[in-house]
């Protein structure tokens, strides 16, 4: 079998973990790459997506590699453009099955399969899955019969969750560095999958609907396995940062103090994790900080209890004061995530909240909105006080309504232009002198600063990557002067 993905800005570990077993049996596997300049949720600028649009000739390279099977990782964001990508084929090629799986059909599989042009989705985890389906197309049946597949006529339930993640083979890198070598200084990797936590907004409370029988649904990979993936990527692609995208990486300081030694003495290059306000403590972050650990980010959300405690987060104000605390005090760069639009917040609390900020001073501040993606517990609770409304929904639900154009629970217009500002101040923060913050927050001022999303976000993160304070930043802004000097190809 000869199995395409399509692809867009970001390098994607589910993807490249397919790829590696759908290789180890023998298949033929090919990335289409969009590097979707000006089209992602960092930077949505739509006359300049539209100029550097290159799906056209992306669908004319697809067709000539003429492969016997189409695979999308879809999230909400992107499933306007993924569909139309597929629906491009599909008038080229109509007898090429295409499948979608990723977060977005495993939450919304009625969703997609409304659209024609996706044949089969994948209900969460794909490896097995994957294979299983090559190995039925080579004997020349269709899907019916593997588990995690749902097509218009056929519905499996899902395989149980892996539960031994060092037998899966290392993700298959090559595909994405072909294609975009910008992402080869900064090894992505994952230490585990699932999460303690089970906050209302994130996929793990959706997933957790997916897989409800599940006693494990946190797993963790052998330090020794994730040592061996580095040490080999090492080798074979010298990269100079590590990044580890695993939800929270801390809370067990046993294993981090083994990972931190086998990290000094094997891998010894700078590295990036997340935490948890109720899983951060100083002497954990002193060993990450010895082994080389750079940046570490923690989702804050809000300072306001009730808020916290309506998305399923029960950690208190204490915690969240001590955590930061011990941050500051371990001298690793910290960033913070905040979201916006929660219900029962309100404008008092994000103004709490940016004093605290202000004090502590970390180095990046990212203001979310909240969204209301497909089965999370959030979108259930809006559904129920009546705050979603199914038109709404329905468009979030097909990836009409993107990240950034939610509000949440504000729904007052002069509010939602409130909200906007505050994304500035927020992103700005980190880099304006404490009595400045003290100002704007002073009598409401920050409410006549800029609205728009490039002159907050955008601006702002490309200065904290220019002041070298962000890996990840660094190899978006690679991305884009990759590209650009090739036209977007
Ligand atoms: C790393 C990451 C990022 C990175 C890179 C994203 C990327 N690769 O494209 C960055 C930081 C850039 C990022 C950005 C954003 N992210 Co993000 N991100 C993640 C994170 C933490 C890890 C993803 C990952 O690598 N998982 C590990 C792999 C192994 O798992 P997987 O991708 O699910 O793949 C498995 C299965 O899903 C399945 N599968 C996947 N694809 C396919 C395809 C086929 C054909 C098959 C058969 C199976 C299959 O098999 C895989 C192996 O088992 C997830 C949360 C999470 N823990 O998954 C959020 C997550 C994907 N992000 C999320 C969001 C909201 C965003 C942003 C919109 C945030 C924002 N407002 O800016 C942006 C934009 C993303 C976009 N345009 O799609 C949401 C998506 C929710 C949704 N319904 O779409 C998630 C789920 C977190 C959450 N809030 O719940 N993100
Ligand atoms: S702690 Fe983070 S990853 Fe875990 S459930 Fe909450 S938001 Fe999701």
């Not at 300081?253 to 100083?282: D, L, M, Q, S, W």
Request: with cysteine; glycine share 6%.
């Amino acid at each position: 079998m000869h199995v395409a993905f399509v692809y867009g800005a970001y390098e994607n570990l589910g993807i490249e973990y397919l790829s590696a077993c759908l290789k180890r049996a023998g298949h033929r596997v090919s990335l289409i790459f969009n590097p979707l300049l000006f089209r992602d949720a960092t930077l949505d600028l739509p006359w300049a997506a539209s100029w550097m649009n290159r799906d056209a000739w992306l669908v004319d390279e697809l067709v000539g590699l003429e492969p016997d099977l189409i695979a999308f990782s879809s999230t909400t964001d992107w499933f306007q453009w993924q569909v139309g990508f597929a629906r491009a084929f599909k008038q080229r090629r109509p007898g090429t099955p295409v499948i979608f799986g990723g977060i977005h059909p495993t939450t919304a599989p009625e969703h997609v399969l409304r659209h024609p042009e996706i044949d089969w989705v994948c209900i969460g985890e794909g490896e097995e899955a994957m294979v299983e389906l090559c190995a039925e197309l080579d004997s020349g049946r269709g899907p019916e019969r593997v588990a995690n597949l749902q097509g218009r006529t056929f519905t499996n339930p899902p395989r149980p969750l892996f539960q031994d993640l060092d037998a899966i083979p290392f993700p298959d890198k090559t595909l994405f560095y072909e294609k975009a070598p910008y992402f080869k200084p900064v090894y992505t990797l994952m230490a585990s999958r699932g999460c303690p936590f089970k906050c209302s907004f994130c996929n793990n409370s959706s997933l957790r609907k997916v897989y409800p029988n599940e006693k494990h649904f946190v797993r963790r990979r052998s330090v020794a396995n994730v040592l061996d993936e580095l040490e080999q990527a090492l080798r074979d692609f010298r990269f100079s940062a590590v990044l580890f995208e695993d939800d929270i990486f801390t809370g067990d300081i046993e294993r981090t103090r083994e990972f931190c030694e086998g990290y000094r003495a094997r891998i010894h290059r700078p590295f990036v994790v997340e935490t948890h306000p109720a899983t951060t403590r100083i002497e954990e972050l002193e060993l990450l900080r010895e082994a080389g650990c750079v940046q570490i980010e923690i989702g804050i959300q809000t300072l306001n209890a009730e808020a916290r405690r309506r998305i399923a987060r029960y950690e208190t104000n204490e915690q969240i004061e001590s955590a930061l605390k011990a941050l500051h005090q371990s001298r690793i760069p910290f960033f913070c995530d905040h979201i916006v639009g929660l219900e029962g917040d309100g404008l008092e609390h994000h103004v709490q909240a940016l004093q605290l900020y202000n004090e502590i001073r970390p180095g990046r501040l990212n203001c979310f909105f909240i969204a209301y993606y497909p089965m999370t517990q959030v979108a259930d609770d809006a559904r129920t006080r009546g705050d979603l409304d199914p038109e709404l929904e329905a468009s979030i639900a097909d990836g009409r309504v993107g990240s950034n154009e939610n509000f949440g629970s504000i729904v007052d217009r002069q509010e939602q232009r409130t909200a906007e500002s505050l994304r500035f101040i927020f992103a700005w923060l980190p880099f304006l002198p404490r009595p400045v913050v003290r100002w704007l927050l002073a009598k409401r001022r920050f409410e006549r600063l800029p609205r728009s999303i490039f002159l907050s976000k955008i601006l702002s993160g490309i200065l904290a990557t220019v002041l070298g304070r962000e890996p990840r930043g660094r190899t978006i802004l690679m991305r884009y002067l990759y590209h650009l000097v090739r036209l977007g190809r």
